[in-house]
């Protein structure tokens, strides 16, 4: 219960602290998502021509970041978890890894076929429904291998990362969701 409190940069003793020590102990990472989430909005800034020209690009882009940013949290909470139980540790830390990264390239097949079918049959392009389908299989891979890495990268520096890995992953999965999709949308599309 700890751990995922922590995760989302709460804790227990948030029920009985005052306003302002809660505002202190948040804000920090608050602050640091809104610095990351403008680095990841900056990728939508440099294909600001490609969306003019096709804005049904902007109404799929969220999307992809989100279902990355989804894939991202459930891999890091289960790192989480693992490094909270003592049952991820250094030993087999390459096995985790690689497993979540298989998992998250199944997810990502698999999404992509589902929603990629689901784009086809709104727009009618299959050119805007494989761009989607890649972008998403990109960025479930680089979720999954951000959710299990981020989580021991900050326990091996001395961090709690159930406190602070879900700003690395957001980040992760948000600027690589926005350029894999807008980048093999200019591809392909454009």
Do not use: C, Y
């Not at 219960?1 to 029920?15: H, K, Q, T, Y």
């Not at 600001?48 to 999307?63: H, N, Q």
């Not at 009618?124 to 299990?148: C, E, K, M, Q, T």
């Amino acid at each position: 219960e700890e751990d995922i409190l922590a995760l989302a940069g709460v804790s227990n003793a948030d029920r009985n602290a005052n306003v302002l020590d809660m505002v202190k102990a948040r804000l920090p990472w608050l602050l640091l998502n809104t610095l990351t989430a403008a680095i990841a909005a900056s990728v939508i800034r440099a294909f600001e021509g490609e969306i003019l020209k096709l804005v049904t690009l902007a109404m799929l882009m969220p999307i992809v970041a989100s279902l990355g940013g989804n894939a991202g949290t459930q891999t890091l909470a289960v790192a989480v978890r693992g490094l909270a139980s003592k049952e991820l540790s250094a030993v087999n830390s390459a096995q985790t890894v690689f497993r979540e990264m298989a998992v998250g390239l199944a997810n990502g097949l698999a999404l992509a076929a589902v929603t990629g079918l689901v784009v086809f049959l709104l727009f009618h392009d299959p050119r805007l429904s494989l761009a989607f389908g890649l972008a998403l299989i990109v960025n479930l891979f680089v979720a999954s291998l951000a959710g299990a890495l981020v989580p021991l990268a900050l326990e091996r520096m001395g961090r709690d990362p159930a406190v602070s890995s879900s700003v690395f992953v957001t980040f992760a999965t948000d600027f690589t969701g926005f350029f894999a999709f807008l980048g093999i949308a200019a591809l392909i599309l454009l």
